[in-house]
């Protein structure tokens, strides 16, 4: 039984991908890490002898610490995190259990660099619909919670990625970009290696709606009509972002969770006497 400020591989692989994500913080052994430089979807290298300085930027968020096998250094890390003021817990067997599973890791190589905070930064064009909505949500839940995204003039977003040292996504000639009949978000699945059943379901929705091809998937109409519809509620590109987030939440959560159920009505109807 894990100890009390212990949670389960299985556990945090539910929380994954979802907004109550806690901060994962890799703070395995540089030999460790080099012998397996994968890590959990989100997650971040940390230095456990610097958590006074990391507990300062948390700002109360709950983090879980994890290491290669869920011992001294995620316990003493998450103890200590605890001691500065910020609610933590580690990893149970660490690495090792969760590999084991067979639940996903992610190559960080192929991410872009970080900036001074510690945060990837992307940029595509502006006025987004579809890809360039479902790829800065899937960067958020599943590769770096504080990536930066930055809409731009199709005509700056080379520039501006070369200025910035942003990743360049969904537009012709560069890597993350429709491949054949892939639409971005597929793309970006295949090069990370984000083999989730309900992320494939996901983007086949994705797909269909970004790419007219509407039989792919029932859910695509609808995904393309609430798409079109946040796109003329606002102007903002950031804000239709913030908006659309619970949108691709509740997709996921379908995927993962409820494609059994149906409803029809009445659900409750009186039996007769």
């Known amino acids: 039984m894990p100890a009390p400020n212990a949670i389960s591989s299985d556990k945090l692989a539910r929380l994954v991908g979802t907004p109550r994500t806690p901060i994962l913080l890799d703070v395995r052994s540089e030999e460790d890490y080099a012998a397996d430089p ?7 290298r940390a230095d456990d002898r610097a958590l006074p300085a990391l507990a300062g930027r948390l700002s109360g968020q709950t983090s879980i610490a994890i290491c290669q096998a869920g011992h001294r250094r995620s316990q003493g890390a998450a103890a200590w995190l605890r001691a500065e003021g910020c609610q933590s817990e580690y990893l149970d067997g660490g690495l090792e259990a969760w590999r084991e599973a067979g639940l996903p890791l992610i190559d960080p190589a192929k991410l872009p660099a970080r900036d001074a905070q510690g945060r990837t930064v992307w940029v595509t064009r502006s006025r987004p619909k579809i890809d360039r909505i479902a790829c800065p949500w899937l960067i958020r839940r599943f590769l770096d919670p504080r990536a930066v995204i930055l809409f731009v003039a199709p005509a700056e977003v080379m520039g501006v990625a070369e200025r910035y040292s942003a990743a360049p996504f969904d537009i012709e000639g560069v890597f993350w970009s429709h491949r054949d009949e892939l639409c971005t978000f597929d793309v970006m699945l295949t090069e990370f290696g984000l083999t989730i059943p309900a992320l494939d379901r996901l983007a086949t929705i994705v797909r269909g709606a970004d790419t007219a091809r509407l039989d792919l998937a029932p859910e695509a ?20 972002l913030d908006a659309a987030m619970p949108l691709y939440d509740a ?6 969770d409820a494609t059994d159920e149906t409803h029809n009505w009445p659900t409750n109807k009186p039996k007769a006497v």
């Open 38 to 44: 994968r890590l959990l979807p989100g997650a971040i």
């Open 221 to 240: 109409a609808g995904l393309l009509a609430a798409s079109l519809g946040l796109s003329r509620m606002y102007s903002d590109d950031l804000e239709q």
């Open 251 to 256: 997709f996921y959560r379908w995927a993962r």
